[in-house]
């Protein structure tokens, strides 16, 4: 009996779906069954974009500008594809390659497919190959963060990995006896030239979930209890894939936890990349995590008001943000900054603020990461709307994706007015960033230069 774990398009392919990694180590060591992982959004993208992969390794040599030009240009030209199949899947019509990679699927002659949604972007296409996989009449379950209410009608919905442990087994796939260990994640099935990615990135987790779990806006931690990969197992997957170049995805890593997987990863010349949140007691640890190969850390900074950050429960105290960045630029760490517009109640003021503070950080920061305040359901925000002056929460249907939620806000800025007001004021963060602005998006790719 054959599984096959597939990763749909859409979204940028230039790093291995750690979601299917793992996914196949746990099932392996839980069931007698033949696992196979199958990334069907870089496959497209080599079907579709081959001049870029042919260019990828001469933009390199030719140093960071040229490199962020053809990733840029890859960004401009994928988003205008992906907006195009989109409309295709909504006006019932085959997207592009869906013949291709339903070929391919069943090439592999599974009797069980599964389906790993991340990212939003990727329902859509998701949508167009349950339909075309239907005729197989063989179980297709989807799973993941990003799966909505249409796409749960349409398959076999499972929430978590032991809900699709439990499935198989109901389908007559035998158990083998539990695993004592940890086990890691398994990239074998990903072919590292389908990336687009100079050289090759792998995405990590060290634990569940989010240490800290209190920012209000935030809804990516799971709501599973905490805890902390074994490092030996992390330093496994390590050699077993011979990585040199690391993306920890975590949302945080507690500053103990960093410099115990720091005393393991030196010895190995890796580069990392982390997200953190910039707190004092970071400062002293950050010359020993950059003698580790701590090579880039993405910083939630947010907002540089306290009144927003407390509101945010960041847990961050502005006074001690200009000395964490100093201190990591110094150190030689690259920073990439986090920055929220647009907080439920935050005055034209406060945002006026945080333009000012990037703009005195200047020569301390590397790329500014901005974004719009997004009300997310699960969020404490949407959880307790009128403690952030939020009211009459709607919700509008589409066609693919779930609703999209409009709200009232009765104290400050509209998303609208802050729309405008980063619009106005984007070329003061423009002019602070030392390189190319595609990185805001293919975050991991700071790693391979200096």
Same mark, same amino acid.
């Given at each position: 009996?054959?599984l096959?774990?597939?990763?749909?398009?859409?979204?940028?392919?230039?790093?291995?779906?750690?979601s299917?990694?793992?996914?196949?180590?746990?099932?392996?060591?839980?069931?007698?069954?033949?696992?196979?992982?199958?990334?069907?959004n870089?496959?497209?993208?080599?079907?579709?974009?081959p001049?870029?992969?042919?260019?990828?390794?001469?933009?390199y040599?030719?140093?960071?500008?040229?490199?962020g030009?053809?990733?840029?240009?890859?960004?401009?030209?994928?988003?205008?594809?992906?907006?195009?199949?989109?409309?295709?899947?909504i006006?019932?019509?085959?997207p592009?390659h869906?013949?291709?990679?339903?070929?391919?699927i069943?090439?592999?002659?599974?009797?069980f497919?599964?389906?790993?949604?991340?990212?939003?972007?990727?329902?859509?296409?998701?949508?167009?190959?349950?339909?075309?996989?239907?005729?197989?009449?063989?179980?297709?379950?989807?799973?993941?963060?990003?799966?909505?209410?249409?796409?749960?009608? %349409?398959?076999i919905?499972?929430?978590?990995?032991q809900?699709?442990?439990?499935?198989?087994?109901t389908?007559h796939? &035998?158990?083998?006896? /539990?695993a004592?260990?940890?086990?890691?994640?398994?990239?074998?099935?990903?072919?590292?030239?389908?990336?687009?990615?100079?050289?090759?990135?792998?995405?990590?987790?060290?634990?569940?979930?989010?240490?800290?779990?209190?920012?209000?806006?935030c809804?990516?931690?799971a709501?599973?209890?905490?805890?902390?990969?074994?490092?030996?197992?992390?330093?496994?997957?390590?050699?077993? &894939?011979?990585?040199?170049?690391?993306?920890?995805?975590d949302?945080?890593?507690?500053t103990?936890?960093?410099?115990?997987?720091?005393?393991?990863?030196?010895?190995?010349?890796?580069?990392?990349?982390v997200?953190?949140?910039?707190t004092?007691?970071?400062?002293?640890?950050?010359?020993?995590?950059?003698?580790?190969?701590l090579?880039?850390?993405?910083?939630?900074?947010? %907002?540089?008001?306290?009144?927003?950050?407390?509101?945010?429960?960041?847990?961050?105290?502005?006074?001690?943000?200009?000395?964490?960045?100093?201190? !990591?630029?110094?150190?030689?760490?690259?920073?990439?900054?986090?920055?929220?517009?647009?907080?439920?109640?935050?005055?034209?003021?406060e945002?006026?603020?945080?333009?000012?503070?990037?703009?005195e950080?200047?020569?301390?920061?590397?790329?500014?990461c !901005?974004?719009?305040?997004?009300?997310?359901?699960? %969020?404490?925000?949407?959880?307790n709307?009128?403690q952030y002056?939020?009211?009459?929460?709607?919700?509008?249907?589409?066609?693919?994706?779930? /609703?999209?939620?409009?709200?009232?806000?009765s104290?400050?800025?509209?998303?609208?007015?802050?729309?405008k007001?980063? &619009?106005? &004021?984007?070329?003061?963060?423009?002019?602070?960033?030392k390189?190319?602005?595609?990185f805001?998006?293919?975050?991991?790719?700071?790693?391979?230069?200096?």
């Amino acid at each position: 009996m054959k599984l096959l774990l597939l990763y749909p398009p859409f979204c940028t392919p230039t790093a291995m779906p750690y979601s299917l990694a793992a996914l196949k180590s746990n099932l392996n060591a839980a069931l007698d069954l033949d696992i196979q992982c199958l990334d069907l959004n870089a496959y497209f993208h080599t079907l579709q974009f081959p001049t870029y992969y042919q260019n990828i390794q001469s933009a390199y040599q030719q140093g960071i500008t040229a490199y962020g030009e053809l990733l840029q240009q890859f960004e401009n030209e994928s988003r205008e594809l992906y907006n195009k199949n989109h409309k295709q899947i909504i006006a019932s019509q085959p997207p592009d390659h869906l013949q291709n990679l339903v070929h391919h699927i069943k090439e592999k002659k599974p009797n069980f497919i599964a389906i790993s949604l991340v990212y939003n972007s990727q329902c859509f296409y998701t949508q167009a190959l349950i339909n075309a996989l239907s005729t197989l009449n063989i179980p297709i379950i989807v799973g993941g963060p990003a799966v909505t209410t249409n796409l749960k009608k %349409s398959a076999i919905y499972l929430k978590n990995e032991q809900e699709l442990i439990t499935y198989l087994q109901t389908q007559h796939i &035998h158990a083998k006896p /539990p695993a004592t260990i940890a086990l890691p994640p398994d990239f074998s099935d990903f072919h590292t030239q389908h990336y687009l990615s100079a050289k090759p990135i792998y995405p990590l987790k060290t634990t569940t979930t989010c240490f800290y779990k209190l920012c209000t806006f935030c809804t990516h931690y799971a709501k599973v209890p905490y805890a902390e990969y074994p490092i030996d197992t992390i330093i496994q997957t390590i050699q077993n &894939h011979n990585i040199k170049y690391i993306y920890f995805i975590d949302d945080m890593i507690s500053t103990k936890r960093l410099l115990h997987l720091a005393s393991a990863l030196k010895p190995l010349n890796v580069k990392w990349w982390v997200q953190l949140r910039p707190t004092k007691d970071l400062i002293p640890a950050l010359s020993e995590l950059h003698a580790a190969g701590l090579h880039t850390v993405c910083w939630g900074v947010e %907002s540089a008001n306290q009144r927003i950050l407390d509101l945010m429960k960041k847990g961050t105290h502005i006074q001690d943000i200009p000395s964490v960045l100093s201190t !990591s630029h110094t150190t030689g760490i690259k920073n990439m900054v986090y920055i929220m517009f647009g907080f439920p109640t935050e005055t034209k003021e406060e945002v006026m603020s945080s333009f000012d503070f990037l703009t005195e950080q200047k020569d301390n920061i590397d790329l500014i990461c !901005s974004s719009i305040f997004g009300l997310q359901q699960g %969020s404490t925000i949407y959880d307790n709307p009128a403690q952030y002056q939020i009211s009459n929460i709607n919700e509008k249907k589409r066609t693919v994706l779930d /609703p999209k939620i409009t709200y009232n806000i009765s104290s400050g800025l509209t998303t609208e007015q802050t729309k405008k007001i980063r &619009h106005r &004021h984007m070329h003061r963060l423009n002019a602070i960033n030392k390189v190319p602005k595609v990185f805001d998006y293919l975050k991991e790719q700071m790693l391979l230069f200096e």
